[in-house]
């Protein structure tokens, strides 16, 4: 089946922040997680209207809040390869620790939390079978 009604690359849902900074959100994620900048539109007064990242396999898309679309606090899930040194790097670009990386027994996965500069959280983790 064709995927011409789709950007290539794209999966059929994707993460939609909309943040009081976008740009303290693009710099946290292309430090933390090695995004990579798709596109981007400007609104005239110069915010953000739209911008998409890609981060492995899924593209992010974000805006900056205005007063007709506010900003909204999501939970986001990342796996990553090595849970420990990213969460090291999401610490380092800005994040705050909520959760160091940990084993729960009974658990395959690895986890950390961290929010980034708009409040977001980014559940992390590394499954180590």
Not at 11 to 32: D, G, M, T
Not at 73 to 82: F, K, N, P, T
Not at 106 to 126: H, L, M, Q, S, Y
Request: glycine letters at 6%.
């Amino acid at each position: 089946m064709s995927d011409f009604w789709k950007p290539k690359g794209y999966s059929s849902v994707s993460p939609y922040l909309v943040v009081p900074n976008a740009q303290s959100v693009i710099n946290f994620l292309q430090e933390a997680f090695g995004a990579t900048e798709l596109r981007r539109f400007y609104r005239p007064d110069g915010s953000f209207m739209h911008v998409e990242l890609q981060i492995e396999d899924t593209v992010v898309m974000l805006g900056d809040a205005t007063n007709n679309w506010c900003a909204t606090i999501a939970q986001l899930h990342i796996y990553v390869q090595d849970v420990i040194r990213v969460h090291q790097l999401a610490v380092h670009a800005g994040g705050t620790s909520i959760l160091e990386p940990t084993r729960k027994e009974g658990d395959p996965d690895r986890r950390a939390g961290v929010k980034d500069p708009a409040g977001n959280t980014w559940w992390i983790a590394t499954q180590e079978v």
